[in-house]
Structure formats: C-alpha cells, structure tokens
C-alpha cells in the first residue's frame, strides 16, 4: 500500500505518542519546549528525505520556537513523567522530569534520526535552536498563529 503525502509513514506511526516517547527516551530532565522542537526538527528532517510526514502533527510558530496541541496532549498521556516549572529570570519554563525510560516501538530510520536529532540539538542553547528554527524556508514563511503547511514546501 502506497503511504500518501501527509499520512503516517507507517503504521506504527499512527500519532504523536510513540515518537514524543522515543524522544523522551533520551532525556532525563527536558523542557516541554525542546520537546516541541526537536519533534519538529525530526519532522523536517524525515519530510526532507522523503517529502512525507512521520506525523500528522500541526505545528505552529511562537516567538522561541513551535508549539503543537498534539504534543502537549501526547506528554499528558505519557506515564512516568513528572511536569513542572522552574523559574528563569522571570519566565516559568515548564519542564519534564523523565522518571523511567518510555518504551520506545520505532524502529530503523526514523529511530536513528530521533536519536541523531537529540544528540545533536539536545542539549544545545535554546537560541541557537532558534536559529535552527529559522533557518527552515516553512517556519520562516509561517506566521504566529497559523499552521506551519509542509504541503506547501517544495524542498530543494
């Protein structure tokens, strides 16, 4: 069966779930916001390759990065996570503590880009994942509040 443009790219990809957990996998403790961004980068990055989406996630641009409802709802559902906040000057960042590691059911490709993509921006600051961000011709064209539309992305 052929995988259609903006579906799944397998059937164990049916959500945001298994992919938020194999990112977790590589966490003790994250921000909820590096979560959202790194899933993203992982997105780009697969969508580059084969010009098809892992997820059918909508993301949209914020001032330090993207931010998906699906994600939030996937880190909610997920067990053995604790949420909280730290205090940063004078922003609350929320956070994840990650108290056992999420069972992890991708495999192949995309398990080896979730992995490369937490290796390399995992620890990173969070502006020069910013940059990263930027640097993406779809989050570039995308405004505040809109969707960011893969579709529409004709990569080079």
Avoid at 43 to 55: A, G, L, P, Q
Wanted: net charge negative; aromatic share 8%.
């Amino acid at each position: 069966m052929a995988v259609e443009h903006g579906s799944p790219a397998t059937e164990e990809v049916k959500g945001v779930v298994p992919l938020v957990k194999c990112v977790l996998r590589h966490f003790n403790h994250v921000s909820v916001e590096r979560i959202h961004s790194l899933i993203f980068l992982i997105e780009v990055e697969y969508f580059k390759s084969h010009e098809n989406r892992i997820t059918e996630v909508e993301y949209e641009p914020y001032l330090s990065g993207v931010f998906s409802s699906s994600i939030e709802e996937a880190l909610a559902e997920i067990d053995g996570v604790e949420h909280g906040e730290v205090k940063i000057g004078r922003d609350r960042i929320k956070t994840l503590k990650v108290q056992s590691q999420p069972q992890c059911n991708l495999s192949g490709e995309i398990d080896e880009l979730v992995r490369e993509t937490s290796k390399e921006f995992g620890e990173l600051p969070p502006s020069e994942i910013l940059s990263e961000l930027k640097s993406i011709q779809i989050y570039r064209q995308a405004k505040i509040g809109e969707v960011i539309e893969f579709d529409s992305w004709s990569v080079e």
